[in-house]
Structure formats: C-alpha cells, structure tokens
C-alpha cells in the first residue's frame, strides 16, 4: 500500500496527512556549556538550543539547522526528480502571528479539525493534533505528512494575545520507506532521529515566557469586512515547505472555516 500511496503522490505531487510521533510533553535537559540562548524582547520569551545548531533570526522569523554535506536526491520530492547537496537532519522554523494558539490554529484551516463553540479545538479521536503539556508553556502541536516527509508544527500561545509557531520538519532520507535509510543515518556528523528529538524536547522544554520590554513591531492583521464568503477547496500558506489542503474563501472576508459545509481532500504538498 505504501508502494501505491508513493506512486499516486508521484503523479499528484500531494500526499495524504497522517500522524507521527510528536512530542507533547518536555523537559529541558541542555548543558549550560552545550548551549546558546534565542531571546525576543520584542515578544517576551526565550529558549535554549544546541550549539550545533545554526540559528538564523530576521526579527518576527528564525530558523535552527543542521546539516552535513552529501549529494543525493531528494526523497521528499515526490512530482519531480530533484538533486540535493547537503543533508538537513534539523530543520526547525519559527515565526511569530498575532491572536491566540486556538486563534491562529483555527486561522489556518488545516482540513480534518474541528472546533467547538467557543472556538476550542476538539482533541477527541483527533489523532493528528494534540495538546502540549508543558508547566511552562501551552498549545497545540499539528502533525502532518506521510512517508516520513512531512511536519509537526507547534502553537505555543505567548503574551498579549500572540502565538509562536514552531514547525519542526521530518527528515525523509531516514525513513524506513526510504530503502536507503540505513546509510543515510551512518554518515559522519550526522545528528540521528533519536537526538533530533532530544533537542527538539529540549527547546521546548527550555521556553520562558517574559514580560515585553520593547516597543512589539505590528503583525499584519486582516480587518473584517462586510462580505459574504465563498468557500472553495484550496492550498493554503506554505508552511515549514509544505502547504495543506485547506477551505480557501475567493472573496478573501476575512472568515476563519470553522464548520462550513465544505469537505476538501485530506491532502498535502511541498512548496517553497
């Protein structure tokens, strides 16, 4: 079936959203020595990382990556055949938008979540979007792709009503579908599943909420207006290289999909 679902994406170049092992509850346990430290004064919170990690920061957006160089195809590239150099096996991006997790969650009309009345997502038999159980932080964490190719993006609610998203991608080069796995993962300074996920619990483990300090830079908002939507099924922003299929409204009202009589596929892509 596997071998279907990969042959079907090749001609579509979307694939169906399934689960992965996401991780919902941390603890940090970085050395002080082993780390460095993201702070935002302009929205009130920090984390550690590790120091074999590169951080790239351009104010309401940063990402965190590794990797080692090694030409090979790209395994997640499943429409057309492309060539990659290096291989990224830590690939962590963050950016910041305005309104709470369940807000922001709820904006994104990610196809297959339901809310409730008061705007709160409904985590019964929802397998691909859990809580976060953490004492110093809360949120969601969405999961999204198949065939090891994919992400798990992060809503972690900040203060004055503003959330930080963190969409941490899967490496599909070490994917057991993938048949070169095994010498993917025995390449030298490569940073392993098990690891990635440590450092990934890490940084989540270690985010401190702090008051704001600085003048915070305005987030682009929409104004809503007096229209009525017309929803329609479509691909939404690319996010973490990938973009789901989503309810799109063509009159752009400003609406969030919450419920509307419209079923889109159960569908994701990659995108730049």
Not at 28 to 36: G, H, K, L
Not at 59 to 82: A, E
Not at 153 to 181: A, C, M, P
Request: net charge negative; hydrophobic share 35%; aromatic share 10%.
């Amino acid at each position: 079936m596997a071998v279907l679902a990969a042959i079907a994406a090749f001609f579509t170049g979307a694939v169906n959203v399934t689960p992965t092992n996401i991780i919902t509850e941390s603890t940090s346990t970085i050395a002080i020595s082993d780390s460095r430290t993201y702070s935002s004064t302009h929205y009130g919170f920090s984390f550690k990382y590790p120091s074999t990690i590169a951080m790239s920061d351009t104010g309401s957006k940063f990402s965190l990556s590794h990797s080692v160089p090694f030409v090979h195809p790209d395994p997640c590239n499943m429409k057309d055949y492309t060539v990659l150099n290096d291989l990224t096996d830590f690939s962590l991006s963050g950016e910041i938008k305005d309104g709470n997790a369940e807000t922001v969650l709820m904006n994104d009309n990610y196809y297959g979540l339901e809310f409730d009345t008061n705007n709160k997502p409904i985590l019964d038999n929802n397998d691909i979007l859990k809580k976060l159980d953490n004492k110093n932080i809360s949120g969601y964490v969405f999961s999204m792709g198949v065939e090891g190719c994919g992400a798990d993006v992060y809503y972690i609610s900040l203060n004055q009503n503003r959330t930080l998203i963190l969409t941490k991608s899967w490496v599909g080069e070490f994917s057991e579908v993938n048949g070169d796995h095994k010498k993917f993962k025995n390449l030298g300074g490569v940073i392993l599943p098990e690891q990635s996920m440590s450092y990934m619990n890490d940084i989540l483990g270690s985010i401190k909420l702090s008051p704001v300090t600085s003048p915070s830079p305005s987030l682009p908002t929409q104004s809503p207006t007096s229209c009525t939507p017309n929803w329609k099924c479509g691909w939404g922003e690319c996010n973490g290289g990938y973009q789901a299929m989503i309810a799109v409204d063509s009159n752009n009202c400003g609406v969030p999909h919450n419920g509307a009589p419209l079923a889109c596929p159960a569908m994701v892509k990659m995108c730049l």
